[in-house]
């Protein structure tokens, strides 16, 4: 029989899960780095921080060995969209307010759900649909609100654009790895995917001239602090409350990220960023949005999306 505490244990998982995802954007504005070198070293610390899972594990370095070429190369291009999309978000926190790259980058299911529903056959229910026009709609108060009306505000047209394209390869990401972590392990899909990000991410800071050594050791320890914090306290920890939670309270959960980062940007004395009323309208009118669009989503997809 299940004691009180032991029940309690997924939702207090969930809790810490969500609180220490909503840090990552305060720690990438807390960073005086160019935006790709911290999406470089963001990357390379989370592999650093995935490796000692395969030195422990023989049975992940044989599934490793193991892997069919077809599947290698879709988590190859899984790892390329990973990356593109750090590069985008991460690029759009020096552009636009917390608050609003959080929020439009969160909307991918506004994404996925069109996709899925024409090409993997996965039927959009009515209320579906409908949180799909409702977060659309968010999106445009939000940014034709900032930019057309508030030429002083904190988001920009450009930044609010670049936190939608990152929304799209975070969208991306999702629908590929829904195939792959079917028959892939958790380690070695992070392990591939992490590595090949980072990889790419070294050629686009090349490409850009961003640099990839030389960063202060302030920086790199704020980076480092955001791998573990957000990627494994916060992805590792909400990847297995999932075995022991209903879908629909891990889905609503996951609203909290784009809110806590707006509540801890407001009050975090060095970042202290004041949303627009633009911001807080149309963002609560996308994460309504995207609670509907997410509704009866299985606990399958969901732990598949992380």
């Not at 590792?236 to 809110?259: C, D, F, Q």
Request: hydrophobic fraction near 55%; include cysteine.
């Amino acid at each position: 029989m299940l004691t009180k505490e032991s029940r309690n244990k997924p939702y207090s998982a969930l809790f810490i899960s969500i609180v220490s995802v909503s840090f990552a954007a305060i720690f990438i504005v807390s960073c005086k780095a160019p935006p790709l070198s911290i999406a470089l070293y963001r990357l390379l610390f989370t592999t650093l921080l995935v490796f000692p899972l395969i030195l422990i594990s023989r049975k992940t370095r044989n599934e490793l060995l193991s892997l069919p070429r077809s599947t290698l190369l879709i988590m190859v291009v899984i790892g390329v969209i990973l990356a593109a999309h750090f590069a985008l978000w991460i690029t759009s926190l020096t552009k636009t307010s917390v608050a609003s790259s959080v929020i439009l980058v969160t909307a991918n299911p506004i994404i996925v759900g069109p996709i899925s529903h024409f090409f993997l056959k996965e039927k959009l229910s009515f209320i579906n649909a409908m949180g799909i026009c409702i977060s659309v709609m968010g999106v445009i108060i939000l940014v034709l609100g900032n930019y057309g009306f508030n030429m002083f505000s904190l988001d920009s047209l450009e930044g609010n654009i670049l936190a939608m394209l990152g929304g799209v390869a975070a969208g991306v990401y999702i629908l590929g790895g829904r195939k792959i972590r079917k028959t892939v392990s958790v380690a070695s899909y992070a392990f591939v995917v992490y590595s090949v990000s980072t990889i790419t991410l070294f050629f686009i800071c090349l490409f850009f001239g961003s640099p990839v050594y030389g960063l202060s050791s302030i920086d790199l320890g704020i980076i480092l602090l955001m791998a573990f914090v957000a990627g494994i306290l916060g992805h590792t920890l909400y990847n297995w409350s999932l075995e022991h939670i209903r879908a629909s309270v891990a889905s609503v959960a996951l609203l909290g990220e784009p809110l806590g980062s707006t509540l801890l940007a407001f009050v975090i004395p060095w970042i202290s960023q004041v949303p627009s009323y633009y911001t807080i309208i149309g963002g609560g009118v996308i994460l309504l949005g995207i609670y509907l669009t997410t509704r009866n989503t299985t606990e399958k997809a969901l732990l598949d999306e992380i």
